[in-house]
Protein backbone atom coordinates (compact mmCIF):
# COMPACT_ATOMS: atom_id res chain seq x y z
CA UNK A 1 0.00 0.00 0.00
CA UNK A 2 1.31 3.68 -1.24
CA UNK A 3 -0.25 5.59 1.68
CA UNK A 4 -1.36 4.86 5.02
CA UNK A 5 -4.68 6.36 6.28
CA UNK A 6 -5.45 6.63 9.82
CA UNK A 7 -8.45 8.62 11.08
CA UNK A 8 -8.62 10.65 14.48
CA UNK A 9 -11.38 12.27 15.81
CA UNK A 10 -10.67 15.81 13.84
CA UNK A 11 -8.63 15.22 11.48
CA UNK A 12 -7.09 12.33 9.14
CA UNK A 13 -3.58 11.38 8.51
CA UNK A 14 -1.82 10.34 4.97
CA UNK A 15 0.82 9.02 5.53
CA UNK A 16 3.17 8.36 2.16
CA UNK A 17 5.65 5.33 1.76
CA UNK A 18 6.55 6.12 -1.55
CA UNK A 19 10.15 7.47 -2.51
CA UNK A 20 8.10 9.39 -5.21
CA UNK A 21 5.44 11.03 -6.17
CA UNK A 22 4.76 11.27 -9.17
CA UNK A 23 2.22 10.39 -12.44
CA UNK A 24 2.76 6.48 -11.83
CA UNK A 25 1.00 7.08 -7.80
CA UNK A 26 -0.56 10.22 -7.33
CA UNK A 27 -4.26 9.38 -9.17
CA UNK A 28 -3.91 6.91 -6.35
CA UNK A 29 -3.40 10.04 -3.55
CA UNK A 30 -5.76 11.69 -5.77
CA UNK A 31 -8.74 8.23 -5.01
CA UNK A 32 -7.88 8.25 -1.56
CA UNK A 33 -8.51 12.14 -0.72
CA UNK A 34 -11.88 11.89 -2.98
CA UNK A 35 -13.08 9.01 -1.08
CA UNK A 36 -12.38 10.62 2.38
CA UNK A 37 -13.77 13.91 1.36
CA UNK A 38 -17.03 11.81 -0.01
CA UNK A 39 -17.07 10.09 3.64
CA UNK A 40 -17.05 13.56 5.28
CA UNK A 41 -13.75 14.30 6.26
CA UNK A 42 -12.39 17.75 5.92
CA UNK A 43 -9.20 17.85 7.86
CA UNK A 44 -6.39 15.95 6.50
CA UNK A 45 -2.42 15.61 7.23
CA UNK A 46 -0.17 14.36 4.61
CA UNK A 47 2.70 13.90 5.87
CA UNK A 48 5.60 13.37 2.84
CA UNK A 49 8.80 12.55 5.84
CA UNK A 50 9.04 9.33 3.33
CA UNK A 51 9.16 11.06 -0.03
CA UNK A 52 12.19 11.77 -1.90
CA UNK A 53 10.71 13.61 -5.39
CA UNK A 54 7.78 14.73 -6.32
CA UNK A 55 6.83 15.60 -9.69
CA UNK A 56 3.97 17.95 -11.30
CA UNK A 57 1.51 15.03 -11.02
CA UNK A 58 2.49 15.09 -7.05
CA UNK A 59 2.12 18.27 -6.91
CA UNK A 60 -1.65 18.46 -8.46
CA UNK A 61 -2.39 15.53 -5.99
CA UNK A 62 -1.49 18.17 -3.26
CA UNK A 63 -3.20 20.77 -4.42
CA UNK A 64 -6.51 18.67 -4.96
CA UNK A 65 -6.25 17.57 -1.09
CA UNK A 66 -5.97 21.38 -0.32
CA UNK A 67 -8.90 22.52 -2.26
CA UNK A 68 -10.99 19.46 -1.00
CA UNK A 69 -10.54 20.86 2.43
CA UNK A 70 -11.12 24.37 2.27
CA UNK A 71 -14.05 23.71 -0.32
CA UNK A 72 -15.71 22.08 3.11
CA UNK A 73 -14.55 24.35 5.66
CA UNK A 74 -11.44 21.97 7.18
CA UNK A 75 -7.81 22.50 6.76
CA UNK A 76 -4.77 20.89 4.96
CA UNK A 77 -1.34 20.76 6.52
CA UNK A 78 1.61 19.15 4.75
CA UNK A 79 4.56 18.30 6.48
CA UNK A 80 7.54 16.14 6.89
CA UNK A 81 9.00 17.54 3.26
CA UNK A 82 12.44 16.44 2.53
CA UNK A 83 14.92 18.80 0.79
CA UNK A 84 13.54 18.23 -2.60
CA UNK A 85 10.39 18.20 -1.90
CA UNK A 86 9.80 21.56 -0.60
CA UNK A 87 12.46 22.90 -3.31
CA UNK A 88 9.91 21.57 -5.57
CA UNK A 89 7.55 23.39 -3.91
CA UNK A 90 8.84 26.71 -3.13
CA UNK A 91 9.65 26.82 -6.85
CA UNK A 92 6.45 26.67 -7.86
CA UNK A 93 5.02 28.84 -5.49
CA UNK A 94 2.91 26.65 -3.46
CA UNK A 95 4.83 27.32 0.01
CA UNK A 96 2.57 30.51 0.13
CA UNK A 97 -0.34 28.72 -0.66
CA UNK A 98 -0.23 25.63 1.28
CA UNK A 99 0.17 25.54 4.96
CA UNK A 100 3.33 23.34 5.71
CA UNK A 101 4.28 21.97 8.99
CA UNK A 102 7.71 20.51 9.75
CA UNK A 103 6.75 17.72 11.69
CA UNK A 104 3.50 15.64 11.94
CA UNK A 105 2.86 16.42 15.69
CA UNK A 106 3.28 20.02 14.63
CA UNK A 107 0.58 19.38 12.23
CA UNK A 108 -1.75 17.82 14.68
CA UNK A 109 -1.42 20.47 17.33
CA UNK A 110 -2.61 23.18 14.61
CA UNK A 111 -5.62 20.68 14.11
CA UNK A 112 -6.41 19.83 17.85
Known amino acids: MNF ?16 KLDASNASDLKSEL ?3 NKSGVNS ?10 CDSSGLSAILTANRLCKDT ?4 ILCG ?12 QLDKVLSISET ?8 I
Open 44 to 53: IILDLSKTRY
Open 81 to 92: LQENVAKMIRIA
Open 4 to 19: IIAQDSNFTVIQSSIE
Open 73 to 76: NGKF
Open 34 to 36: LLL
Open 104 to 111: ITEAKSVL
